[in-house]
């Protein structure tokens, strides 16, 4: 299919173009920086905002996968005139199905970023386009940045009575590539990771990954969206979920070798296979300049 997806450059986007791309499609991707097309992406530039390139961008796809948002400091503006003005170009274009993401708990919990979310979905699904909602729960790559952001400080906040389900972005983008194949769905589909992990254990766990032993700071976050998330308004039971956790996304188990590749770098001190450069026929790695030899762990 031809596909072009909005949001391309952001933290779902990146693992939705190698998806998509796998699968076979054709991909252009929308962003408002111009960027050169290389290899199976073709970039278009646009801004949902100004309009500008949007209709360009979607003439000849069948399909639109659209990432693109404002977030949650964006006070929504791509995400709801964006929203409006791609699925006009769209319709225009004569598109057949547009796959929008959004979040879940947008429709229990309506406030700030996800009451923006909410109407977005409304005009999508009121677009007299083919469509699909995939709403998800929080990236791990999202929250990994988020804690990150309290490195500089003394102590990390955290709100022992938050549940949180966070989803790999490859596993989502997987459910992305499924649901096109599959087509418009005229529905809202939930995704969210295998497990629910209170913030003390989320928080616990990123600090010993990362080796950070500053202090917890045990809050009661305020406000209508962290109660929401208190009663469990973000979590969803939907299935499929995710099956990589949050440990496994901080601690990768080490890849499967293949008996050939193991048998070469478990090698005994003295074997050639552990000395290529005495054997400079040998070849072992290909005589790759500046090759470093995979360490295990
Ligand atoms: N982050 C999460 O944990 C999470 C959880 C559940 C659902 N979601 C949903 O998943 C989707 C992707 O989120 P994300 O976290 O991957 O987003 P992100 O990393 O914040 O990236 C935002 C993307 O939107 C594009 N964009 C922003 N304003 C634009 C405009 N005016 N015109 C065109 N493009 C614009 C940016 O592209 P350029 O800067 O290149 O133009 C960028 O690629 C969103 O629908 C979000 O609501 C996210």
């Not at 406030?111 to 699904?125: C, F, I, Q, T």
């Amino acid at each position: 299919m031809r596909i072009l997806v909005t949001g391309a450059t952001g933290t779902l986007g990146g693992a939705v173009l190698p998806a998509l791309v796998k699968a076979g499609h054709q991909v252009r991707a929308l962003s408002r920086t111009r960027r050169e097309s290389r290899g199976n992406v073709e970039w278009a530039w646009g801004d949902l905002i100004s309009d500008g390139g949007v209709r360009d961008a979607v003439r000849n796809v069948e399909v639109v996968v659209h990432l693109a948002t404002s977030g949650r400091k964006g006070r929504g503006a791509a995400d709801v005139p964006g929203t409006r003005m791609l699925l006009t170009a769209a319709r225009a274009a004569g598109v057949s199905h547009l796959l929008f993401t959004s979040v879940v708990g947008a429709d229990r919990a309506p406030v700030g970023y996800l009451k923006d979310k909410l109407a977005a979905e409304g005009l999508v699904a009121e677009s007299g386009l083919g469509w699909t909602v995939l709403r998800a729960t929080p990236f791990h790559q999202w929250l990994d940045r988020r804690l990150a952001d309290f490195l500089a400080s003394p102590a990390l906040p955290v709100d022992r009575s938050l549940p949180w389900q966070p989803v790999h972005t490859g596993e989502v983008a997987a459910r992305v590539a499924a649901l096109l194949a599959a087509g418009p769905s005229g529905s809202v589909l939930e995704f969210g990771g295998p497990e629910v992990v209170g913030m003390e254990d989320l928080v616990r766990t990123w600090q010993c990954a990362h080796g950070r032993n500053r202090p917890r700071l045990p809050l009661r976050f305020p406000g209508r969206l962290y109660a929401a998330q208190r009663a469990g308004a973000l979590l969803t039971e939907a299935t499929p979920k995710g099956r990589i956790t949050w440990h496994d996304y901080l601690f990768p188990p080490p890849p499967e070798l293949s008996d050939d590749f193991a048998m070469e770098h478990t090698a005994s001190p003295t074997s050639p296979a552990t000395q290529p450069e005495h054997d400079p026929d040998l070849r072992v790695y290909g005589g790759d300049e500046g090759y470093q030899r995979p360490t295990r762990g």
